[in-house]
């Protein structure tokens, strides 16, 4: 497998590195496109960031609280059943 072609840029005074445009292109990396940073043994690792931060259940759970009495299973499939009418009519 051939090596790819090893490509140099310049440190600014501000700290800036400019990304050689057929990398940008080849990653898709816009203007605006987020970055995370990491140092490696190797050097260092650029890599689109996600567009949300990762996320557990617990992080997730109470977020939107209902205040009320809790529904049964029947009355959520009522309320369902009653909802694809209410959109299946509308069609």
Same mark, same amino acid.
């Given at each position: 497998?051939?090596?790819?072609?090893?490509?140099? @840029?310049?440190?600014?005074?501000?700290?800036?590195?400019? $990304?050689?445009?057929?990398?940008?292109?080849?990653? !898709?990396?816009?203007? +605006?496109?987020?970055?995370?940073?990491?140092?490696?043994?190797?050097?260092?690792?650029?890599?689109?960031?996600?567009?949300?931060?990762?996320?557990?259940?617990? !992080?997730?759970? +109470?977020?939107?609280?209902?205040?009320?009495?809790?529904? @049964?299973?029947?009355?959520?499939?009522?309320?369902? $059943?009653?909802?694809?009418?209410?959109?299946?009519?509308? !069609?």
């Amino acid at each position: 497998m051939p090596q790819p072609e090893k490509l140099t @840029t310049t440190v600014s005074t501000k700290g800036q590195v400019i $990304l050689p445009k057929t990398i940008r292109q080849h990653r !898709d990396w816009r203007a +605006g496109t987020r970055l995370t940073v990491e140092e490696t043994a190797d050097g260092v690792l650029l890599k689109r960031a996600p567009a949300f931060a990762p996320t557990t259940s617990e !992080d997730v759970f +109470g977020m939107l609280p209902f205040r009320g009495k809790p529904k @049964t299973l029947e009355e959520m499939d009522e309320a369902i $059943l009653a909802e694809a009418h209410r959109h299946h009519d509308r !069609d």
